[in-house]
């Protein structure tokens, strides 16, 4: 991401450091015996603009490390500091830099973003997905570099500690704006395969597997249907019997042949039964065919297994609902309410089911908790709010 930084300064509305710096008092006429000569803060950070524009990285550096010093306030100067030095691989240092520039200006959102990168740059991982987190929730579309290296890494750090379906939202999001490539594919094929690994990490022995799963999730997330399809077919024939292979297969025909999908998800119930998600999404699919029997079943095993995973509280609570047994359902969604407060589908699920049960006012509460959270997510992925 070299050079990407800097040019993001204009997004942050940092002046050029020439024009900010107001030029020097007149000199006072020479004394015959004259003080001590001072660093001048206003001279130092002239040098420093100078050594940047000119590409002399080193001195910009050394200058714009001691131009801070003398002046602890000087943003502009924090935000030149970190990202030359984080354009020449100096992460640690430029990790404090940043964290001195967010200190100054909480609401940059590219900033908070480069300093959990930087996190991730020297093994703090949950402190790089806390702030990615935040920066993208401030907003870092000024800068789309920014933005793609901030969501990959989202997704990384998302697959590396175990959220797989959190890690799907911005892998669909690069997948459908970039070419496949070696990264975004290994990225693909670890959550898809559930592997809490970062690419570097996996097993050699399962390097294989896991390009060939993101090769085919890569052409999924990216709509390209028949390559997909293909793919696919290739992924199960080479492995049969391996955890999730069917899984994914089955989620990829849901849209296509329903059956099929169903056929999948219930071989992966087979292969893997006590896996929770199987059952989860065969639940979901049977309540779009309006098969709520077959789709209670479903999330009550689903419940069985995961009491405290929401979607499994909401696919019940959902189907009980449509089965007429409203109060059991409104107690399941209320439970998945709980469990995600910060998800839209749970206050949308809730709402209806406060409808039916006759309960307007939290209805109306509900609706606009799904509203709210609604504009807040599609902030976060950077699509219209509207």
């Given at each position: 991401?070299?050079?990407?930084?800097?040019?993001?300064?204009?997004?942050?509305?940092?002046?050029?450091?020439?024009?900010?710096?107001?030029?020097?008092?007149?000199?006072?006429?020479?004394?015959?015996?004259?003080?001590?000569?001072?660093?001048?803060?206003?001279?130092?950070?002239?040098r420093a603009a100078a050594a940047r524009d000119a590409n002399r990285l080193e001195e910009a550096i050394r200058l714009y490390d001691q131009a801070v010093k003398l002046r602890p306030s000087w943003d502009e100067g924090w935000w030149y500091l970190a990202t030359l030095l984080y354009d020449n691989d100096r992460y640690a240092p430029a990790r404090d830099a940043f964290a001195r520039f967010v200190a100054l200006k909480p609401d940059s959102g590219p900033a908070w973003v480069l300093l959990g990168l930087c996190d991730f740059r020297v093994g703090d991982h949950p402190g790089a997905l806390e702030h990615i987190d935040k920066g993208l929730g401030l907003g870092a579309s000024g800068n789309p570099e920014i933005l793609r290296v901030a969501?990959?890494?989202?997704?990384?750090?998302?697959?590396?500690g175990g959220q797989f379906e959190l890690a799907t939202a911005p892998l669909v999001l690069l997948a459908?704006?970039?070419?496949?490539?070696?990264?975004?594919?290994?990225?693909?094929?670890?959550?898809?395969?559930?592997?809490?690994?970062?690419?570097?990490?996996?097993?050699?022995?399962?390097?294989?597997?896991?390009?060939?799963?993101?090769?085919?999730?890569?052409?999924?997330?990216?709509r390209k249907g028949d390559e997909a399809a293909a793919a696919f077919e290739q992924l199960v024939a080479a492995y049969p019997s391996e955890p999730w292979v069917h899984y994914a297969h089955g989620i990829f025909l849901l849209a296509t042949d329903p059956a099929k999908g169903l056929a999948e998800l219930r071989r992966e119930t087979e292969i893997q039964p006590a896996a929770v998600y199987p059952h989860l999404d065969i639940?979901?699919?049977?309540?779009?065919?309006?098969?709520?029997?077959?789709a209670r079943a479903a999330a009550e095993r689903a419940v069985e297994l995961a009491p405290g995973l929401f979607a499994a509280q909401n696919a019940l609570g959902r189907a009980l609902v449509e089965l007429g047994d409203v109060e059991g359902g409104v107690r399941a969604l209320e439970t998945a309410a709980r469990l995600a407060p910060d998800s839209p589908e749970m206050h949308f699920s809730l709402a209806r089911a406060y409808v039916k049960a006759g309960r307007k006012e939290d209805a109306d509460r509900e609706r606009a908790l799904f509203a709210e959270l609604d504009k807040k997510r599609r902030l976060q992925r950077g699509e219209p709010a509207g």
């Open positions: 991401m070299k050079a990407l930084v800097l040019a993001s300064a204009l997004a942050l509305g940092l002046p050029n450091a020439l024009t900010a710096v107001p030029p020097p008092a007149a000199s006072p006429a020479p004394s015959r015996h004259p003080p001590p000569a001072t660093v001048s803060f206003d001279d130092v950070a002239r969501r990959y890494h989202q997704a990384l750090l998302l697959v590396r459908r704006a970039e070419p496949e490539s070696a990264g975004l594919v290994d990225a693909i094929g670890l959550m898809m395969l559930r592997m809490p690994f970062l690419p570097e990490d996996v097993p050699v022995g399962r390097r294989d597997l896991v390009r060939q799963a993101g090769h085919a999730g890569y052409l999924h997330l990216a639940a979901f699919e049977l309540l779009r065919e309006g098969d709520n029997a077959g």
